[in-house]
C-alpha cells in the first residue's frame, strides 16, 4: 500500500511540472537574486553586492537655501559615496525660514548674518541623521571658530556658500560613519587642504570603514 501511494506521488509531480521550462525559470531565478540598480542622474549602473554601507538622511534647509538649487552637489556626493562602496539617500525633510533664535547678536543686540552652530545642533540633539544646510556664515563656540561643517557625530550642519559644498558634505558625513581627520592630504577627511582635496577617501580611512579592496 505503501509503495502504490508514492508512486501515485511521483506520477502526480511528473504531471504537474512536465509543462515547466526550468532552463527560463533557473535564468529568472539567478536575475532576481542580483538585481541592478540604474542611477538615471548620474549615468552609472550600481550594483548592490558592490555596496558595503547604507545610511539614509534627512535634509533640513535653514533661511533662504533652496535645495532645487543644490540637486547637482546633492547627486555628485551620492555618486562619491556610491564610487566607494557606500550608498547614501538623502530626503529633503523641511525649510525652517525662521532662524533668528539661532542667530548671533552684536555688542548692540541686533542680529547678524552669522548662526551659532553649537545652539542650532543642540536645539536640534534629538534628532539624528539629519544634515542640516544654511547660508549663514558658522561659528561654532565649541572651538571658538567659523566653520564651513559640523558634525556632532549624529547630525551635521554645512555653510552652501563656502566655495566647498560637496567636499564639505563629504567630510561631515565622513566623521558621522566613524572617521577621524586624517593625515593624508588627498583624503577628503583631511583639514584645510583645499589645494590637494580630491572628495575622496584615501586607502586608510576606506580600511577603516572596512571597504578597502
Do not use: W
Amino acid at each position: 500500500m505503501k509503495t502504490l501511494l508514492n508512486i501515485a506521488v511521483v506520477v502526480f509531480f511528473i504531471y504537474i511540472l512536465k509543462d515547466v521550462n526550468f532552463d527560463k525559470l533557473s535564468k529568472d531565478v539567478i536575475e532576481q537574486a542580483n538585481p541592478i540598480q540604474y542611477d538615471s542622474t548620474s549615468q552609472i549602473v550600481n550594483s548592490p553586492n558592490d555596496i558595503k554601507i547604507n545610511r539614509s538622511f534627512k535634509i533640513i534647509c535653514l533661511g533662504d537655501v533652496n535645495i532645487d538649487e543644490l540637486q547637482d552637489t546633492i547627486n555628485e556626493v551620492i555618486n562619491i559615496f556610491s564610487s566607494q562602496g557606500i550608498g547614501v539617500d538623502f530626503e529633503y525633510h523641511s525649510q525652517i525660514i525662521s532662524i533668528n533664535e539661532f542667530m548671533i547678536t552684536d555688542d548692540y543686540g541686533n542680529l547678524t548674518e552669522i548662526m551659532d552652530n553649537q545652539k542650532l545642533l543642540q536645539t536640534y540633539s534629538e534628532y539624528t541623521s539629519v544634515i542640516f544646510l544654511t547660508d549663514k556664515r558658522l561659528f561654532d563656540s565649541n572651538i571658538r571658530d567659523y566653520v564651513r561643517g559640523y558634525s556632532t557625530g549624529f547630525n551635521i550642519s554645512v555653510r552652501v556658500g563656502n566655495g566647498f559644498i560637496k567636499e564639505t558634505m563629504v567630510h561631515e558625513l565622513g566623521h558621522i560613519l566613524g572617521l577621524k581627520h586624517c593625515d593624508d592630504l588627498s583624503c577628503v577627511m583631511a583639514i584645510n587642504n583645499d589645494d590637494y582635496d580630491t572628495g575622496l577617501f584615501c586607502k586608510k580611512c576606506k580600511n577603516t570603514l572596512n571597504i578597502y579592496e
